[in-house]
């Protein structure tokens, strides 16, 4: 796949590059991103546990703690499962 993406298993799991770095700016080389990882575990009838791993952030280099910090507020990512089923039609 292309934009990012480097492993697709619907409906399980997600893993994309992160290609932005410390100062919100792309970032074109590969040994300077990081990979974030989304897992979809059945949970409940009816429920679907979000698991959200960003690995390899000693990547991005200096700076890598404020941008982690922004990436990682409880309003963005509570902002993420809606997102997610509105953009591929997963029922809620």
Not at 19 to 43: G, Y
Not at 68 to 78: E, T
């Amino acid at each position: 796949m292309s934009n990012g993406t480097t492993t697709y298993e619907p409906p399980h799991r997600l893993v994309v590059s992160w290609d932005i770095s410390p100062t919100w700016q792309i970032e074109t080389e590969p040994d300077k991103t990081s990979e974030l990882e989304v897992r979809f575990i059945a949970a409940a009838l009816g429920q679907t546990r979000v698991e959200l791993e960003h690995r390899n952030l000693d990547r991005h280099g200096q700076g890598r703690e404020g941008a982690g910090d922004g990436v990682g507020r409880r309003p963005r990512l509570a902002a993420l499962p809606p997102r997610y089923a509105e953009l591929f039609g997963a029922k809620r």
